[in-house]
């Protein structure tokens, strides 16, 4: 099975590279779009871990400007050999070009521990609405994320466009599972939408 499953992504993978538009930027829904009680979970969150987008990946300018006039503290990832480490940052100048070309904290910033993270925003390449992530197939969010999700405070949100929000994506046990997803013009809690299937 777990080989099946391997092979699906990989054929997924291949699909959307072949089919993406890095030239049709889209930026993430904003907050005052979000449900309620995940606009007062990310809004009342000390340290939200983000990202910076490659290729057709959502934006998050208007959704991060948001977080900065709520007074958030954010982190990014740098790659750091096989894993990533988050780094808090704030400004334009704290970044530089980094692994795989994407822009990443610049070294001598602070590191932010894995505990200190409320909320994540997560990129994939694709999502479905059970929460299930397709990444790139290096596994540094699956690592990153596998010790912090039982732990009650964290929550992960999964962010890609409309078009790669799939009906599903096979998973093997260590991939990463996201609490919601969010994409330029949708919404889904995860567990409302299980829920809801299962009830139907």
Same mark, same amino acid.
């Given at each position: 099975?777990?080989?099946?499953?391997?092979n699906l992504?990989?054929?997924t993978?291949?699909?959307l590279?072949?089919?993406?538009?890095p030239d049709q930027?889209?930026?993430?829904?904003?907050? *005052?779009?979000w449900p &309620?009680?995940?606009?007062? !979970?990310?809004? $009342?969150?000390?340290? #939200?871990?983000?990202y910076?987008?490659?290729?057709?990946e959502?934006?998050?300018?208007?959704l991060?400007?948001?977080?900065? *006039?709520?007074?958030? &503290?954010?982190c990014?990832? !740098?790659?750091? $050999?096989d894993?990533? #480490?988050?780094y808090e940052a704030?400004?334009e100048d704290?970044f530089?070009?980094?692994?795989?070309?994407?822009?990443?904290?610049?070294p001598?910033l602070?590191i932010?521990?894995?505990?200190?993270?409320?909320?994540?925003l #997560?990129p994939?390449?694709?999502?479905?609405?059970k929460?299930?992530r397709?990444?790139?197939g290096?596994?540094f969010?699956?690592?990153?994320?596998r010790d912090l999700k039982g732990?009650g405070r964290l929550?992960?949100?999964g #962010?890609?466009?409309?078009k790669?929000?799939?009906?599903?994506i096979?998973?093997?046990?260590w991939?990463?599972?996201v609490d919601a997803?969010?994409?330029?013009?949708s919404?889904?809690?995860?567990?409302?939408y299980?829920?809801?299937?299962?009830?139907?």
């Open positions: 099975m777990n080989g099946n499953a391997r992504k990989k054929l993978r291949r699909v590279r072949d089919r993406r538009r930027e889209v930026c993430a829904a904003d907050i *005052e779009k &309620k009680k995940w606009q007062d !979970r990310i809004i $009342g969150a000390h340290m #939200v871990a983000a910076m987008p490659i290729d057709d959502p934006l998050l300018d208007k991060l400007k948001g977080l900065k *006039e709520h007074n958030v &503290k954010m990014f990832p !740098r790659v750091e $050999g894993d990533i #480490v988050f704030s400004s704290a530089g070009e980094g692994s795989f070309s994407i822009r990443e904290p610049k001598g602070s932010v521990a894995p505990s200190k993270i409320d909320v994540m #997560v994939g390449m694709a999502f479905d609405r929460g299930t397709l990444g790139r290096k596994g969010y699956d690592r990153f994320c732990n929550s992960i949100i #962010v890609v466009s409309e790669n929000l799939l009906p599903a096979p998973r093997e046990p991939d990463l599972v997803v969010v994409t330029e013009s919404f889904t809690d995860v567990s409302d299980v829920k809801n299937e299962v009830d139907q």
